[in-house]
């Protein structure tokens, strides 16, 4: 995780980071720092928190200078505090990082052992020391780098200053994203583009292992055994992130308003009405593999009900962590169909790499456009949310649970299993889910009391079963991530292997229960959860006695169809973990411990 930047030119470099940071502060925010080199000294600003707290500082104590360097982290190694805060200096090195240094407490007793002193817990200020003693050995600026890059094992993306050499930046990149931004007589240096795109549309991106010379005038780069390689630069569309909360209090409601509109634009133009047709082609069909992380993950748990029936092609589910750890079966007959809002996921990624070396087609679910993700992938079926800020997923669920569903009707129809007419059918009602999104958003203001209710409780149990099991998982996460209560999901048919045991009179109980092929089932483990003094709100999409009798609190969405009523139930949950949240004070966007991209295993 954590978001760098760079800068060399002509401008004011400190309030230049400072803006671009912001846009990167989805990637981290316990920390934030930036070092500019001005007459032949550098100068540092650092402080815990988030990156609030450095500006204040900032327009206390300005940093005048044209070349700089800054960073906002997410702790791996070393707890959020000044001191641990990037930019890490020795000598003559500064340097920030996005990554994680592996052995880094290898180097730091050799280190050690030749006098270096160490300030900082974090595996970064290793690297700062490591070039260093190069220089001081007599090596280059980039020399110096490259070689001590060979005594690193891990992934990174770096940023150097020297503070004798005002000409250049050096970067670094292994397994960590990092992009370089081209102006007129100045050069930007980012994680990622939405902090570039402010001041520059024309951007490399470095591969892993290679390490790039920065001036004014652009980048030079050089592979891993110092040979100038070219890489293109690309011209980057499309709307800069619309970052403003456009009247609602904080991002993560109004990206939970969006999504009528990021449904429409997942969808549109891609389907053929009068065809019933979603077009793939070249898509190896059989087997899959859904690999993600997180929200997405349960998006995939969803997809692969959808595959498996839709397209009727067998359909597995692995968090990217897991995936890339064992052996799984997997050749060129497969298709690998990784998940992701960011496309900067580090396992996500790793079990891409993975994929490609088994020869497995990739096809991936992506957000962000040019992302790491999109980049490695042979095809990309892009989710249209639009940028998503909050750290909580909400409307890039909504849109990757769409884009799995063209997916398998696209599959559906390669296969054969679907004919025409029922593709027709499928795709018809897809085009009913905005209006259906819209009607269960208006439940926003049911919430308000019952949240403030259940805001006291200490634990909360989410059930649901087959196609809605996922989104008792995802409900039970949006609640524990925004409002710090301890939250579960269960297979509603699993409670009596267990959970029940849980249950008292102190127990919210979350229980989906739409009229589909399991009510029957489902409606019974409700009763037993109420017989046993457990609080039941009711999500349902048809009113019924039954629930009414058994249930605290009903909750009552559109009806959808079988395979887009998740959809539809995860707005109520995504909405009552925002108001719960919200009466216990919690920084919503920017909830404790997280980072919206976890580019960090
Ligand atoms: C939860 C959440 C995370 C992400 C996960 C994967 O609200 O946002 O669980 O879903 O970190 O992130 P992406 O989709 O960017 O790969």
Redesign the pocket.
């Known amino acids: 995780m954590c978001g760098i930047v760079g800068y060399i030119g002509r401008r004011e470099a400190a309030p230049l980071l400072l803006e671009s940071l912001r846009k990167l502060e989805y990637r981290g925010y316990d920390s934030a720092g930036i070092a500019v080199l001005n007459s032949g000294k550098v100068a540092i600003r650092r402080c815990e928190g988030k990156l609030g707290n450095l500006e204040e500082i900032l327009a206390r104590s300005s940093l005048p200078g044209t070349i700089g360097i800054g960073h906002t982290r997410w702790a791996t190694h070393g707890r959020p505090s000044e001191t641990n805060a990037h930019p890490h200096r020795a000598g003559d090195i500064v340097v920030v990082h996005n990554g994680i240094i592996e052995n880094y407490l290898e180097l730091k007793e050799q280190l050690s052992r030749l006098g270096s002193r160490f300030e900082s817990e974090t595996d970064t200020e290793i690297v700062a020391h490591l070039v260093d003693a190069k220089l001081s050995n007599g090596a280059d600026f980039l020399t110096a780098v490259r070689h001590s890059l060979k005594e690193i094992q891990g992934s990174y993306a770096l940023v150097f200053l020297n503070q004798r050499d005002p000409e250049r930046l050096i970067v670094a990149k292994n397994s960590t994203p990092i992009v370089v931004g081209w102006g007129e007589g100045e050069t930007f240096i980012a994680s990622d583009i939405p902090a570039l795109l402010d001041y520059t549309r024309k951007v490399t991106f470095l591969e892993d292992g290679e390490v790039g010379e920065v001036t004014a005038k652009g980048l030079r780069v050089l592979n891993g055994k110092g040979k100038a390689v070219q890489r293109a630069v690309k011209e980057i569309t499309g709307d800069a992130v619309a970052a403003q909360k456009g009247g609602y209090r904080h991002f993560m409601l109004k990206e939970i308003h969006e999504q009528p509109r990021a449904l429409t634009d997942t969808f549109r133009g891609r389907i053929s009405l009068k065809e019933g047709d979603v077009s793939l082609e070249g898509v190896p069909l059989a087997r899959i593999h859904v690999v ?7 998006a995939a748990l969803v997809g692969k009900f959808m595959l498996e029936e839709i397209a009727g092609i067998p359909a597995e589910v692995d968090y ?1 962590s897991e995936f890339r750890y064992r052996s799984p079966l997997i050749d060129s007959r497969s298709l690998l169909l ?8 580090a396992d ?1 990624l790793a079990a891409v790499e993975l994929g490609r070396k088994r020869k497995a087609k990739v096809v991936s679910i ?3 456009v040019d992302s790491s ?1 999109a980049r490695k992938s042979d095809g990309v079926f892009y989710t249209r949310a639009g940028p ?1 800020i ?5 409307k ?2 909504s849109t ?1 649970l769409a884009a799995l569903y063209l997916f398998a009707i696209g599959l559906g129809r390669l296969t054969g299993r679907l004919q025409r007419s029922e593709a027709k059918r499928l795709t018809e009602d897809l085009l009913c889910l905005p209006h259906q999104v819209e009607e269960a958003l208006k439940l926003e203001g049911d919430l308000e009391a019952l949240s403030r209710e259940l805001s006291s409780a200490t634990d909360f149990l989410y059930l649901g079963r087959g196609i809605n099991y996922p989104i008792a998982l ?1 409900g039970a ?2 609640l524990k ?2 409002s710090y209560i301890h939250a579960e999901g269960y297979p509603a048919g699993e409670m009596k292997h267990g959970p029940i045991a849980l249950i008292d009179e102190r127990m919210p109980v979350v229980v989906l229960l739409p009229k589909d092929r399991y009510f029957q089932k489902t409606l019974g483990n409700l009763k037993e959860v109420e017989s046993r003094g457990g609080k039941v709100i009711a999500v349902t999409d048809q009113a019924d006695g039954a629930i009414d009798a058994a249930a605290y609190r009903v909750l009552t969405v559109p009806r959808a169809s079988y395979f887009l009523t998740p959809i539809v139930l995860a707005i109520p949950l995504q909405l009552l973990a925002d108001e719960i949240a919200v009466h216990r004070g919690t920084d919503v966007d920017q909830p404790r411990n ?1 980072a ?3 580019t960090v295993e």
């Open positions: 993600a992380c997180g929200t997405a993950w349960h990217g990784p998940i992701s809002q960011s496309g900067e996921t996500t992506c957000n962000v993700l998503e909050s750290v909580a997923s909400t890039a669920f990757q995802e996460l949006k991530e925004i997280l919206k991209s976890v």
